[in-house]
């Protein structure tokens, strides 16, 4: 099974609001990425989580929160959120690579997110 | 750096021709090369990936894929379209083994339409 599920589905805040992003993978990985994607684009990296520690933040603004609050989940915390933050939301993981194979990424569906 | 050029940003096929898509990658080491499909609104499905070994690799949905390392590239073939195959499709390359995290660098995706 290479199932992450992500939630919710859609979801639409202003600018004010404080909400969530819930990402979820009961493969056994050890890393978790969130990315960034506009529309006609290709995804852009935010964040990697290996082992449940922040491994890469490829210097997202502080409105963008990340949280591992064990292996299997991932959450991106939302608060001041811009329209131009308006985009597909989506989360990956893998193995970890330490298995000393290259790594495999696998997505969810993706937060479709609307900020007004 | 590494870096991933898709040629076609659509291309347009009828249903029952042949496709082919273009990617050419530039990496300075063994490359790890993935192809994923999107369809609208939906996340990334993995749809076929070579490490190493035999140079033509099979994936899901009927699509097969060749590495030619001459060429820097890793074309993407499918035999026969169906209409359900219209989606972007993004080519990438990744790094990593051993515990490196597989960091992918995404092609700008190419656009398949198919005619009925």
């Known amino acids: 099974d290479t199932e992450v599920t992500q939630t919710p589905k859609h979801l639409v805040m202003g600018m004010t609001n404080k909400k969530s992003l819930k990402c979820e993978q009961h493969?056994?990985?050890?890393?978790m990425y969130w990315y960034k994607q506009k529309a006609k684009k290709p995804p852009e990296l935010m964040f990697v989580y290996s082992y449940e520690k922040l491994s890469i933040n490829e210097s997202v603004p502080s409105r963008f929160s990340p949280e591992c609050p064990n292996s299997s989940l991932l959450n991106l915390h939302l608060h001041a959120l811009q329209p131009e933050d308006s985009a597909l939301y989506l989360c990956?993981?893998?193995?970890?690579?330490?298995?000393?194979?290259?790594?495999?990424?696998?997505f969810g569906p993706g937060t479709r997110l609307t900020v007004l | 750096a590494q870096s991933v050029t898709q040629p076609d940003i659509h291309i347009t096929v009828s249903e029952g021709a042949s496709l082919e898509l273009r990617c050419n990658y530039s990496y300075g080491a063994t490359p790890y090369l993935f192809w994923y499909v999107q369809s609208p609104g939906q996340g990334l499905q993995l749809l076929l990936k070579y490490f190493s070994g035999d140079t033509l690799v099979q994936g899901i949905k009927g699509f097969e894929a060749e590495f030619k390392r001459s060429q820097s590239s890793f074309n993407l073939r499918k035999p026969s379209v169906h209409w359900s195959d219209a989606a972007e499709y993004f080519c990438?390359?990744?790094?990593?083994?051993?515990?490196?995290?597989?960091?992918?660098?995404f092609g700008r995706g190419t656009q398949l339409t198919v005619w009925p």
């Open positions: 990438a390359v990744g790094e990593g083994r051993g515990s490196t995290l597989g960091r992918l660098y």
């Open positions: 493969m056994g990985h050890r890393a």
């Open positions: 990956a993981s893998s193995q970890g690579g330490l298995a000393g194979d290259p790594d495999t990424q696998y």
